[in-house]
């Protein structure tokens, strides 16, 4: 335990000190990071925005740039995943519960409340969707995908620690062994928490929301405690297994399960008018992509507060989610290139995202615009249910959902407490099973203390709070991954003249 008993403990014992905290003064905890939020969100909305959007761009510059050659691991490495597995892996740890959960609700929320213009029109159904693969989209993959990088990078070429402040090497050398490493290491493991709190969060409201329309399960939080509690134990049973069979496994079938439900659900809804819609709505976000990636209303209150509630929360959310989702995709990318990586990490997953919330969201548009069902007026974890009511084999939509979300819920978890004990273990590629248990046990107890206290938005409070540092993080990450690009192509030209003049 000598590797990451420091840091291990130091973490450990903030986030028991957090649980505590939520635990014996809960309207306490709420109200200040309520206030924080407020604050962040006034003050530094158009940080997230920009951040959003830089990355991006210069995810774009790497991937077409002359590091676009640079494989992540040695010249011989191959990658040790299939393409179809590696890209299981990376929606398992991604955005799994969140399809589901927001593929109705985001679209049709809308357009019942539009980012600007009329409600309820053709127009703002239009605009919902388009913000909807916004979110979901480009910049949520760049960010991703910028981050990864730069872990596989260093891990695998560098032989460094998968740690976020062994990416700050270049910049600040060896202090990254020092306290400043720590202080960056443990805001990447409390965004992780918090970030992935949200998705267990959520997760337990669609479970609880699909077991009351098959069973009439009260929907209220001591079933969703209870919910979060049986996951707690099937995700701590499945990390014993590791990165190479639960993971795996579980992340392989929920690729399939995802498949059929989508499959079925095209068929059986209004096939036409939601391929239609999403050619229409996906090619008007590929127009609008640039003003939509930095508005902002500055003379409109209304619709700034729309921008700061969605936007910037997703943006905030993406960033917190670095850590985790960047080291998961960071381990089980070795072997590829630069190029490779990013066009595979933003381009596949912006596209699918954008199908599964065109023939989701765009099903329950049908429903309430054109068949004047009041899907909008449904709860977000209720709307998929409402919409399932409206379709054949509705219940056995239902129960494939309620199996992806739980399927989806252990990954998700799991893959976090791999993570976290990476972060805790110096990097370790294995770290040990009892490092991921107590990261799980305190998991579990702050997405329940969180939806307990503030429901879904004290959630949103912690991941808006923890992204700010790790965004600042993430830029210096970026500027010394850039001066690590330059030094090897200086390096290889050196090495190829010397070779010639030899």
Known sequence: ??????????????????????????????????NTQGVLLDKFGWFYQFSATFFFLIAIFFAFSKYGKIRLGKDADKPEYSTLTWFAMLFSAGMGIGLLFYGVSEPVSHYASPPFGEAGTIASAQVGLRYTYLHWGFHAWAIYAVVALALAYYKFRKDMPGLMSATLYPVIGDRVKGPIGYIVDIIAVFATIFGVAISLGIGSQQINSGLNYLMGTPINFQVQLIIIGIATVLFITSAPTGLSKGIKYLSNANMVLAVVLFVLFLILGPTQFVLELFLTTFGSYIQNLPSMGLRFSPFNVEDNQWVKDWTIFYWAWWISWTPFVGTFIARVSRGRTVREFIIAVILVPTFVCALWFGVFGG???????????DVAGQSLETALFYVYDQLPLSVMLSIISLFL?????????????FVLGMQTSNGSLNPPFFVKFSWGVVLAAIAAILMGTGGVSGLQAATIITALPLGIILFVMTYGLVLSFQREIREKKRNRTADIKK
Do not use: C, H
């Not at 099903?363 to 069902?373: A, P």
């Not at 979300?405 to 407490?417: E, K």
């Open 405 to 417: 979300i739980i399927t989806f819920f252990v990954t998700s978890a799991d893959s976090a407490t």
């Open 363 to 373: 099903t329950g548009l049908y429903f309430d615009f054109v068949q004047g069902v």
């Open 1 to 34: 335990m000598k590797n990451f008993r420091p840091m291990f403990w130091i973490a450990i014992t903030m986030g028991i000190i957090f649980v505590a905290w939520g635990v014996i003064f809960p309207k306490s905890m709420l109200e200040i990071m309520s």
